[in-house]
């Protein structure tokens, strides 16, 4: 008995050590969470932000090793570890991608189609050709006024322009990415497209009559904060400077 006491100790011990772990790893994320300029204090913080969501992983985590192994206190710990968890719920439901089958505002009332409220579907490829028929599926399922897919390959773009042009029969591959010609954003729309006059900007606009006025649309690709906080924000403050009163997406 001794020693299946002891045994029993060391895995409480070990237990409660990880506990404290994730818990403090959990208020972390909330911090972040709560606070959003801390997330500009250092790259670190700004990756470790994407990770928000997780933080429900976390505090469920922290709750089952407070209640399995601790005592006393150690269970309290458990209540603390709970409300959190509730909060991390609260907080990460918007961040959960929206299923294609979900319930949503689409068609004429969401804007669709040139209704009182213009939408706009974004995705990002990263150059890679994988997932179009999903892609197209989750398109024409939510049915936006504008569609920008970045980063799309030349087969993406040429998958998309078969299988999306009756919906959307306007379309503009508006830019190019530095040293992949064949990889840029590709613009969709259900209306026309117009042109934007050039300015001091290197990203793409494009202009469009959503049937309330006229919409400038920027598809903004800038570094990321993976770069360097610096390069990130300049490149974000620079398209602020540099479209006038223009909407940016």
Known sequence: ???????????????????WLLLAAAAG???LYAVPELQLVHRLATLAAVFIPFGVLLWGAAVLLFLAAGRGWGKLLALVAVAGLVLAVLWARPYWPAGIGEDGPTGPDAGGGGGVVGTVMTFNARCDSAGADELQEAILARQPDLVVVQGASTRLRESVDTGLADAYPHREFVYEMWGLPSCGTVVLSRLP??????????????????GFGPVT????????????LRPWREAIDGVGAAVDGAAVD
């Open 1 to 19: 008995m001794g020693e299946l006491g002891r045994h029993r100790g060391v895995w409480r011990t070990l237990g409660l050590s990880v506990a």
């Open 29 to 31: 994320l909330a911090l």
């Open 217 to 228: 649309l920027v598809p903004v690709d800038v570094p990321g904060p993976h770069d360097g």
């Open 193 to 210: 497209l117009g042109e934007v006059p050039p300015r001091s900007f290197d990203q793409p606009v494009v202009g469009v009559d959503l």
